[in-house]
């Protein structure tokens, strides 16, 4: 189908992006790299008046090192994610899961920030910011504020960020040293996952001393899964030293139930796929 017909716009700065967001208000889109948005208006389940395209505005793009943490801005592609030596050497777990996320033409076309800002549990790029602590920069008409990604991701494909409001980038603390590994369950190659599980640990002598655990589509939104967080510390950085931890997956879940499994089935795949990642995080 061909998209119903809408204005463009190509602003070059955030100022003026805002500016007509502020302008077009209910009536306008933004779109960044069109991996979501484009179907939604080809088969016209969405068909706004404007379409902001943020594609020109330079700032929104790369990768920095900013001390304690490394900051991805919104704009920047899967693929220079995926290629860039801060994010393997600082937030692997990351590096990882754009691996797993759709193929190679997607990755080019992508960006980290609009994935992110889609908030499909099924998207591959919630999980691991979740499960990292990282934080939000959104810019509005009265200035940018900063929010954690225990509050940003809210409902299913919703977030914090207002209607008057564009992401800017993505502040992700360092996690330097950590394993890091992104088990994704799916039927076909590029399918969006049936379950997958991010899973990041600190091991100090063949235990466990820090872990970060995050969940894909087994809720409304990304989980964090504090359960196996909280009872792999301490634990040996083996396959029974993990099997136990990795039980309490599910806790708290609610995940979905479709054609690609039911709900329970979902709970098991948890378990089995928490305990897979964290064993090759720990280098178990």
Do not use: C
């Amino acid at each position: 189908m061909i998209p119903a017909q809408f204005d463009y716009v190509a602003p070059t700065t955030v100022e003026d992006a805002l500016a007509a967001l502020a302008e077009h208000g209910d009536d306008a889109k933004i779109i960044a790299g069109g991996q979501s948005l484009l179907p939604v208006l080809r088969m016209r389940l969405n068909a706004p008046e404007t379409v902001i395209d943020l594609g020109r505005i330079d700032t929104l793009r790369g990768v920095r090192d900013d001390g304690d943490a490394i900051v991805v801005g919104a704009m920047t592609t899967h693929h220079d994610v995926l290629t860039n030596d801060l994010v393997k050497e600082h937030a692997a777990i990351v590096h990882h899961a754009v691996t797993e996320l759709a193929d190679a033409q997607i990755r080019h076309r992508g960006t980290f920030g609009g994935a992110l800002a889609h908030a499909d549990p099924a998207g591959d790029m919630g999980a691991p910011a979740l499960a990292l602590g990282a934080e939000f920069v959104i810019a509005g008409s009265e200035g940018t504020r900063t929010v954690p990604a225990s509050e940003f991701f809210v409902d299913l494909f919703e977030t914090a960020i207002g209607e008057d409001e564009i992401l800017t980038e993505v502040r992700i603390p360092k996690h330097t040293g950590w394993g890091a590994s992104y088990e994704k369950f799916v039927r076909i190659k590029h399918q969006w996952p049936i379950v997958a599980v991010a899973a990041t640990v600190r091991v100090e002598g063949g235990t466990i001393a820090e872990a970060r655990v995050g969940l894909t589509n087994m809720g409304n939104t990304p989980l964090r899964a504090t359960a196996v967080e909280e009872a792999l510390v301490g634990a040996q950085a083996t396959e029974d030293g993990v099997r136990e931890a990795a039980s309490k997956a599910a806790d708290g879940t609610t995940p979905p139930a479709d054609l690609n499994g039911d709900s329970d089935y979902r709970r098991h795949l948890a378990t089995v796929l928490t305990r897979r990642a964290v064993l090759k995080a720990a280098g178990g």
